[in-house]
Nanobody, 118 residues
Framework: QVQLVESGGGLVQAGGSLTLSCLASKSYFGSNDMGWYRQAPGKQRVLVANINSGGSPYYADSVKGRFTISRDNAKNTVYLKMNSLKPEDTAVYYC????????????WGQGTQVTVSS
């Protein structure tokens, strides 16, 4: 089973930037789509960005133009560069491989907390 370890979160002021990293434990990581999800307090976990095995990205409307997802298959790592952060971006961020709907391929990691102050 693939293990996912997210890192890079922190406290930042509105308008600031952070880059999140997700390291996967298995070398076949590169054949699957990978996504970044977030869960704000009291809300459901939602997909905010996805990148397929060919490198094509998808972004939720709420982050489009501000977030950039990328991957380095040689390092089994997916990144999320977050610019122009807003207080509403505050959440725990997780990575996983989306299958369909809310179904994901791997067990969830511990996530990384992003807090944006106004």
């Amino acid at each position: 089973q693939v293990q996912l370890v997210e890192s890079g979160g922190g406290l930042v002021q509105a308008g600031g930037s952070l880059t999140l990293s997700c390291l996967a434990s298995k070398s076949y990581f590169g054949s699957n789509d990978m996504g970044w999800y977030r869960q704000a307090p009291g809300k459901q976990r939602v997909l905010v960005a996805n990148i397929n095995s060919g490198g094509s990205p998808y972004y939720a409307d709420s982050v489009k133009g501000r977030f950039t997802i990328s991957r380095d298959n040689a390092k089994n790592t997916v990144y999320l560069k977050m610019n122009s952060l807003k207080p509403e971006d505050t959440a725990v961020y997780y990575c996983n491989s989306p299958v369909s709907g809310t179904l994901v391929r791997y067990n969830w990691g511990q996530g990384t907390q992003v807090t944006v102050s106004s």
